[in-house]
């Protein structure tokens, strides 16, 4: 008898090469205070920046030429690992910066309105908490309709267990923004992230296509 793993899901890594200075500026703009926080919902210890309608971290100066290597890598993902048409240029449509400190967690969630979504990881230290893909096929909270028996805890295999990712400092992760995410029991303070979406410029279907540019609130 044989197994046939079906439809695998990739996830990309690959370093930032400028990663102290992304650390610098993100540091500077905490310290500075200049930026306004906003409370996970679930979690007190898990602040967002950034985060409301018409802002987007990554639009600041500072970071100009980390959104175009965030594109750029985000392309050849699309390109070379995913193997599908990019007629033209994939691009950020938000971004937002994450602190959690001890206690904290990210509740598990995909993101409905990108193709593609990553995290960034400013820094990554002892008891900063992993980043946990969650498998849809044995879930019960499984956004997908199917039926749960439940996980034999004696049998774990790559069926019937969640991927745990562990980053490194200065680390850019991409996935496809389906993909069910989050993690839990973050036992340090001040594990800090940047988050982002994206989206192709066109969108092609085998009947029609369409234009889709970031919305930035009224600007």
């Known amino acids: 008898m044989t197994t046939v793993d079906m439809f695998p899901n990739p996830l990309y890594r690959k370093p930032y090469p400028e990663s102290d200075q992304v650390e610098r500026d993100i540091r500077s703009i905490l310290d500075k205070g200049n930026t306004n926080p906003v409370k996970n919902g679930m979690t007190e210890e898990l602040m967002h920046y950034e985060n409301d309608v018409g802002e987007s971290l990554l639009d600041r100066e500072e970071f100009s030429w980390f959104k175009v290597w965030i594109e750029d890598t985000a392309a050849t993902y699309v390109k070379d690992v995913l193997g599908e048409l990019l007629i033209e240029d994939i691009v950020v449509t938000d ?11 990210q509740y598990p969630h995909h993101h409905t309105n990108s193709y593609v979504s990553g995290t ?8 900063h908490a992993p980043l946990i893909f969650r498998n849809e096929n044995c879930s019960m909270f499984s956004s997908i309709q199917s039926i749960s028996l439940g996980i034999d805890n004696d049998k ?53 296509s369409y234009r889709v540019t970031p919305y930035r609130g009224d600007k």
């Open 95 to 105: 971004s937002w910066l994450n602190v959690c400190h001890k206690g904290g967690y």
């Open 120 to 127: 960034y990881y400013v820094n990554f230290e002892d008891g």
């Open 156 to 208: 774990p295999n790559k069926y019937n267990s969640d991927t745990i990712v562990w980053p490194e400092k200065g680390e850019c992760l991409f996935w496809q923004s389906h993909l069910t995410h989050g993690y839990t029991d973050n036992k340090a303070d001040n594990r800090i992230s940047i988050s982002f979406n994206l989206m192709p410029t066109v969108v092609n279907t085998d009947k029609y």
